[in-house]
Structure formats: C-alpha cells, structure tokens
C-alpha cells in the first residue's frame, strides 16, 4: 500500500532518512548541551567539537568555527517563549545550519590556510599571487589577481582577513579538490 503512494517508495524513504537524520542531529544537539537548557553558547559548541565530534583539526580551527556560529545564529529568530536568550545563542532548531556551517568554514580555512605561508591568518598580496595556480583549482572566472585581491580586501587594510576571504569563497562558490565531499 505504500508503494502505491504518490509519493512511491523512494519518496518514502527519503522521508525516513530526513526524519531518522533529524533525530541524530538532535540526539547530537542534546550530548553538546551539558545543562540541557536547550541553547549553545560558543563555548558549548566549541567544547562539543572537541569531546563530542572528537574532531581535533576542526577544533583547532576557531576562526571556522567563529564563522559557522556566527551564521547559525544569523539565520534564526529565537523560538516563541526564548525570546530573553538574545541572539548569543543557537538554538536546536538552528543546529543543522551551525553543522552545515561547519563544513563550509572548515574547507574555507582549509583553504586559507595553505595560502597563508608565514602562518599570521592574513594573505598579504604576494601570498594570495604566489597561490594563483592552486586558487584556478577551487574557483572558477578567477580574474586579474591585483583586481581580486582589491575587491576580497574590503577593509582596505592591505591584507585579506579570514572573515573576507570567506565571503568571496562563498561568492566564488569555492571548492578545494581534495576534499572529500
């Protein structure tokens, strides 16, 4: 009779898989928050990543992890009656985006990471040139490297900052080859 559905039985079990992963996610949700008050601070997650996730290069890696709380927490409203948490929280509902999150800004760093060659979490402009052939690989229509530069440099401040950088990897739907999808 199921299979007799609208939906058929692939439709079935794309929905199962949807609400088995949710279950995981929140079960995940749940390990992250110690006090079970239902929210995660920074700390929380980042104390998470490491006992949790047991992901030491993640862990290791605070400006991703920034990065992903950060927009977790921009994508959501506080639920109704959680009103008075504010926004330096993410909630269970946002978990999914705070993972998600994770992946992205991880390969981000990744990436900036094996640009920055004297390891000070700015590309000056001879590391971001010198990188040229490695940067053709993560993006496409890369253009005159001065000129990209500039424009990833939005601060005029001469180096391009992780927070920059990330927002032209998104623009530039940046994609490491070695990654493991």
Known sequence: ALENSSKGSSGINAEYGAIEQRDERFAMFDSFDPNGNGILSLAEVDKGIRDILGIDELFDSKPAIMRAFQAAKA?????????????DYIEKL???RLLLGLRMYFEFWV????????????????????????????????????????????ND??????????????????????DDE
């Open 111 to 154: 990436a900036f990471k094996r640009i920055d060659g004297d390891d000070d979490r700015r590309l000056s402009f001879d590391e971001f040139s010198s990188a040229e052939e490695t940067i053709k690989k993560w993006v496409t229509n890369l253009g005159d490297m001065q000129e990209e530069f500039d424009k990833i440099d939005s």
């Open 75 to 87: 994508c959501g409203k506080p639920s109704k009656g959680r009103e008075d948490i504010g926004d």
């Open 94 to 96: 946002e978990f999914r």
């Open 157 to 178: 401040g001469g180096m391009i900052l992780f927070d920059e950088f990330c927002k032209w990897a998104i623009l530039k739907t940046l994609d490491l080859e070695d």
